[in-house]
């Protein structure tokens, strides 16, 4: 049977109902927008983006990478030396209520506790935290190196790290009024090292599935919903997206270990590799995230919209949508949205994704 695409399924049904009378929630669920926080000094020009640029393309979900750019009361010690105070905070609260925007704050946990040279916030006040401390950060920093390097992870087994992890979870969920909270978890290299004195010996994918699950047992105390990036949950090798997008250190089996209210980013930069029916066969709520490839990213739109079309009445609700992600701070993209880039005629480019995506998405009104 020749089965029309879905997308034009809908276009063709809108010919006769009208646009505005399909709700675009209930095609596209999530339209979300990932970017680092802004600094004080960037956030009066992100707020106005928030306004004329993404409320216009009717963006539903931001998640902001906050990390350690908040002044924390919990843990002081913590903070950016420049951080955005409770009051730069609810102003971005206020404008994502403005705009019915579920504002999303995100802390790297697990993993991605340093970054090339330089050890970041937790671990460098806290260096009984580190799972590794035997790999020592070098002067300058490359890849491959003979230590596997690439990213400091905390150890998940030390009996201190939850009390101070949780502490600044709370805290910045709080002040952001949030009723999600995004613990990135992506690119775990360092887990169940052999030298841990406590994770030696111990099964990598149950260390990862016992780490996600605390900190989604205590998120749904406070009834919040945790997301993830879902590339530790993928194999590697079976699918052959290797080791940056899925686990080569055995991980993967960490996808029939985890909570099924966990949220799952689904991201995919180069192909539109489709493991997000992977993760809604498992059980999961998934969001396909693109970041510049503005090619790759209309594909997986149209691939979402193909999953909810044609997937059982159980999975349909499970593919939730898609979100563009951003690897930059808000005043490198923004320049670059508007035409303030040092590559202006650069194709490949966050900013033209997000034109792309949502300029395609802005067809399903």
Same mark, same amino acid.
């Given at each position: 049977?020749?089965?029309?695409?879905?997308?034009?399924?809908?276009?063709?049904?809108?010919?006769?109902?009208?646009? &505005?009378?399909?709700?675009?929630?209930?095609?596209?669920?999530?339209?979300?927008?990932?970017?680092?926080?802004?600094?004080?000094?960037?956030?009066?020009?992100?707020?106005? @983006?928030? /306004?004329?640029?993404?409320?216009?393309?009717?963006?539903?979900?931001?998640?902001?990478?906050?990390?350690?750019?908040?002044?924390?009361?919990?843990?002081?010690?913590?903070?950016?030396?420049?951080?955005?105070?409770?009051?730069?905070?609810?102003?971005?609260?206020?404008?994502?209520?403005?705009?019915?925007?579920?504002?999303?704050?995100?802390?790297?946990?697990?993993?991605?506790?340093?970054?090339?040279?330089?050890?970041?916030?937790?671990?460098?006040?806290?260096?009984?935290?580190?799972?590794?401390?035997?790999?020592?950060?070098?002067?300058?920093?490359?890849?491959?190196?003979?230590?596997?390097?690439?990213?400091? &992870?905390?150890?998940?087994?030390?009996?201190?790290?939850?009390?101070?992890?949780? $502490?600044?979870?709370?805290?910045?969920?709080?002040?952001?009024?949030?009723?999600?909270?995004?613990?990135?978890?992506?690119?775990?290299?360092?887990?169940?090292?052999?030298?841990?004195?406590?994770? &030696?010996?111990?099964?990598?994918?149950?260390?990862?599935?016992?780490?996600?699950?605390?900190? $989604?047992?205590?998120?749904?105390?406070?009834?919040?919903?945790?997301?993830?990036?879902?590339?530790?949950?993928?194999?590697?090798?079976?699918?052959?997206?290797?080791?940056?997008?899925?686990?080569?250190?055995?991980?993967?089996?960490?996808?029939?270990?985890?909570?099924?209210?966990?949220?799952?980013?689904?991201?995919?930069? /180069?192909?539109?590799?489709?493991?997000?029916?992977?993760?809604? $066969?498992?059980?999961?709520?998934?969001?396909?995230?693109?970041?510049?490839?503005?090619?790759?990213?209309?594909?997986?739109?149209?691939?979402?919209?193909?999953?909810?079309?044609?997937?059982?009445?159980?999975?349909?609700?499970?593919?939730?949508?898609?979100?563009?992600?951003?690897?930059?701070?808000?005043?490198?993209?923004?320049?670059? @949205?508007?035409?303030?880039?040092?590559?202006?005629?650069?194709?490949?480019?966050?900013?033209?994704? @997000?034109?792309?995506?949502?300029?395609?998405? &802005?067809?399903?009104?």
């Amino acid at each position: 049977m020749n089965r029309k695409c879905p997308y034009l399924l809908i276009m063709l049904l809108s010919a006769h109902v009208g646009f &505005s009378q399909i709700p675009l929630d209930s095609i596209m669920p999530v339209r979300g927008f990932c970017i680092a926080a802004p600094t004080p000094a960037e956030l009066n020009p992100f707020l106005t @983006f928030i /306004e004329k640029e993404l409320a216009l393309r009717q963006v539903n979900t931001l998640v902001l990478r906050v990390d350690y750019n908040y002044q924390f009361d919990s843990h002081p010690e913590l903070r950016d030396s420049i951080a955005l105070s409770k009051a730069e905070v609810k102003k971005l609260v206020a404008v994502c209520k403005k705009y019915n925007i579920n504002l999303i704050p995100q802390i790297n946990l697990l993993g991605h506790q340093s970054w090339a040279s330089k050890t970041n916030n937790l671990l460098e006040k806290y260096p009984q935290f580190d799972e590794t401390p035997h790999v020592k950060m070098p002067e300058k920093y490359a890849w491959p190196n003979e230590d596997g390097l690439y990213c400091k &992870s905390y150890c998940p087994n030390h009996p201190d790290v939850h009390k101070i992890v949780f $502490a600044l979870m709370d805290e910045i969920c709080d002040a952001f009024e949030s009723k999600a909270f995004h613990a990135g978890m992506d690119e775990v290299f360092y887990i169940g090292d052999d030298k841990c004195p406590r994770c &030696s010996g111990h099964d990598k994918a149950e260390l990862f599935a016992q780490e996600v699950n605390r900190i $989604a047992d205590h998120l749904r105390d406070k009834n919040r919903k945790l997301w993830i990036w879902g590339d530790r949950m993928i194999d590697g090798k079976t699918t052959g997206l290797g080791m940056w997008e899925a686990s080569m250190n055995n991980t993967h089996r960490s996808i029939d270990m985890i909570s099924k209210d966990v949220v799952v980013c689904d991201w995919h930069y /180069e192909r539109p590799d489709k493991t997000a029916v992977l993760f809604a $066969a498992k059980g999961f709520n998934v969001i396909t995230c693109p970041w510049r490839n503005p090619p790759v990213a209309v594909t997986q739109l149209h691939d979402m919209l193909d999953y909810r079309e044609s997937a059982t009445a159980q999975m349909k609700p499970r593919f939730q949508g898609v979100m563009q992600t951003v690897w930059s701070d808000t005043k490198s993209f923004i320049d670059g @949205f508007y035409g303030k880039s040092k590559n202006p005629g650069e194709v490949n480019t966050a900013w033209n994704c @997000f034109r792309d995506l949502f300029g395609e998405i &802005s067809k399903l009104k």
